[in-house]
């Protein structure tokens, strides 16, 4: 099948309408008249996607850095389609959920697959519980971290799940073991059409091997990152900053970001490794970081969202056998609220200046 991204398959249904390319233009000239935001922005991303340029406007996130216009060419879009349906084994007919806002890349993405593959999607409001007036049942869905921790009662109505936005937490990886839903955690950013790679959250929850999709290939700089060749969605090959072991030309495990590494007294420090361990004694919302030390170069430190007893969280900290004496921070500090983006991400480098540090 050839992607396109000017035709409407023909088995496509949105709230279980079947519409042509005529029928969507027509829906979307009545969503972009809704009050309701989730619907407006659906009517403006059919418009967009209907008319008769070849490319889409897309904007990342901002949880790296200042967020930016990208150009997506509509066939490479629809390119992305196909290798996740392919991948999943998810052909026309299947049903599918969309919960995600369109305004972001992986909202926009399930309605593309919908549109190319022949799916079957019913949009819901993507608030932080998704399925609580839904009873009807789902091949397959695609949520935030927030969401899956919120429709964990539910979520076994949707039977093959992605989830994007942010890692999945080893607690929530715990209690994602007690559902009969396919999760995978996923692995990708704007400039790569969302996932390019994906990981099923089982029995191994320390795993952190992901899979590409197909027609994808891998390689590291010289800086160990992540280097991603993919011809059918990206006419450029993609340097990420994303620090990974290569396992093979499709497989890897993703080991954290290489503008995030702290370097304290010549030891390098992984931010994220260290969060998969603190992860396991520490319930509420944190991240680690560096600040300037005059005796260390950068010392790392704990930053938590609320009120919490520092004393005991150190203590319990030290206590923790799988954390290097490196790996123990050397101040905590305390936030009523971090600064999150506009799609709910953490951003840090702004969460760091409400504190005033440096």
């Given at each position: 099948?050839?992607?396109?991204?000017n035709?409407?398959?023909?088995?496509?249904k949105l709230?279980?309408?079947?519409?042509?390319?005529?029928?969507?233009?027509?829906?979307?000239?009545?969503?972009v008249?809704?009050?309701?935001?989730?619907?407006?922005?659906?009517?403006?991303?059919l418009?967009?996607?209907?008319?008769d340029?070849?490319?889409?406007?897309?904007?990342?996130s901002?949880?790296?850095?200042?967020p930016k216009?990208?150009?997506?060419?509509?066939?490479?879009?629809?390119?992305?389609?196909?290798?996740t349906?392919?991948f999943?084994?998810?052909?026309?007919?299947?049903?599918?959920?969309?919960?995600?806002?369109?305004?972001?890349i992986?909202?926009?993405?399930?309605?593309v697959?919908?549109?190319?593959?022949?799916?079957?999607?019913?949009?819901?409001?993507p608030?932080?519980?998704?399925?609580?007036?839904?009873n009807?049942?789902?091949?397959?869905?695609?949520m935030?971290?927030?969401?899956?921790?919120?429709s964990?009662?539910?979520l076994n109505?949707?039977?093959?799940l992605?989830v994007?936005?942010?890692p999945?937490s080893?607690?929530?990886?715990?209690?994602?073991l007690g559902?009969?839903?396919?999760?995978?955690?996923?692995y990708?950013?704007?400039e790569?059409?969302?996932?390019?790679a994906v990981?099923?959250?089982?029995?191994?929850?320390?795993?952190?091997?992901?899979?590409?999709?197909?027609?994808?290939?891998?390689?590291?700089?010289d800086r160990?990152?992540?280097?991603?060749?993919?011809?059918?969605i990206?006419?450029?090959?993609?340097?990420?900053?994303?620090?990974v072991?290569l396992?093979?030309p499709?497989?890897?495990?993703?080991?954290?970001?290489?503008?995030?590494?702290?370097?304290?007294?010549?030891?390098?420090l992984?931010?994220?490794?260290?969060?998969?361990k603190l992860?396991?004694?520490?319930?509420?919302?944190?991240f680690?970081?560096?600040?300037?030390?005059?005796?260390?170069?950068?010392?790392?430190?704990?930053?938590?969202?609320?009120?919490?007893?520092?004393?005991?969280?150190?203590?319990?900290?030290?206590?923790?056998?799988?954390l290097?004496?490196?790996?123990?921070?050397?101040?905590?500090?305390?936030?009523?609220?971090?600064?999150?983006t506009?799609?709910?991400?953490?951003?840090?480098?702004?969460?760091?200046?409400?504190?005033k540090l440096?």
């Amino acid at each position: 099948m050839e992607p396109s991204f000017n035709q409407i398959h023909p088995n496509f249904k949105l709230n279980g309408v079947h519409y042509d390319v005529d029928g969507l233009k027509k829906l979307a000239l009545d969503l972009v008249k809704e009050e309701e935001l989730y619907k407006l922005t659906i009517g403006k991303f059919l418009m967009d996607w209907l008319d008769d340029t070849a490319i889409l406007e897309v904007h990342t996130s901002g949880s790296t850095g200042a967020p930016k216009a990208i150009a997506l060419k509509k066939v490479q879009m629809a390119n992305s389609a196909l290798a996740t349906g392919k991948f999943f084994k998810m052909g026309a007919g299947t049903k599918a959920i969309l919960c995600l806002s369109a305004q972001h890349i992986a909202g926009k993405m399930m309605l593309v697959r919908a549109m190319v593959l022949g799916w079957e999607i019913d949009v819901l409001e993507p608030t932080s519980n998704p399925l609580e007036k839904t009873n009807v049942g789902y091949d397959f869905g695609a949520m935030v971290p927030l969401q899956v921790a919120e429709s964990i009662p539910r979520l076994n109505q949707i039977k093959t799940l992605i989830v994007g936005g942010a890692p999945i937490s080893s607690g929530l990886k715990l209690q994602l073991l007690g559902v009969f839903t396919k999760v995978y955690e996923t692995y990708g950013m704007t400039e790569t059409i969302t996932h390019i790679a994906v990981k099923e959250v089982g029995d191994n929850l320390h795993s952190n091997s992901f899979k590409v999709l197909p027609g994808i290939s891998l390689s590291k700089d010289d800086r160990s990152c992540l280097v991603i060749e993919a011809p059918k969605i990206s006419d450029h090959i993609i340097v990420t900053n994303d620090l990974v072991e290569l396992l093979s030309p499709t497989e890897f495990q993703w080991l954290g970001r290489y503008d995030n590494v702290i370097n304290s007294a010549g030891i390098k420090l992984i931010p994220e490794q260290i969060e998969s361990k603190l992860s396991k004694i520490i319930n509420c919302k944190f991240f680690v970081t560096g600040i300037t030390d005059v005796k260390l170069g950068q010392k790392l430190i704990l930053v938590v969202e609320g009120e919490v007893d520092t004393k005991k969280l150190l203590h319990d900290i030290k206590a923790n056998p799988n954390l290097s004496k490196y790996e123990v921070p050397k101040d905590i500090f305390s936030l009523p609220q971090f600064i999150y983006t506009k799609n709910g991400k953490l951003n840090r480098k702004e969460t760091m200046r409400v504190l005033k540090l440096e």
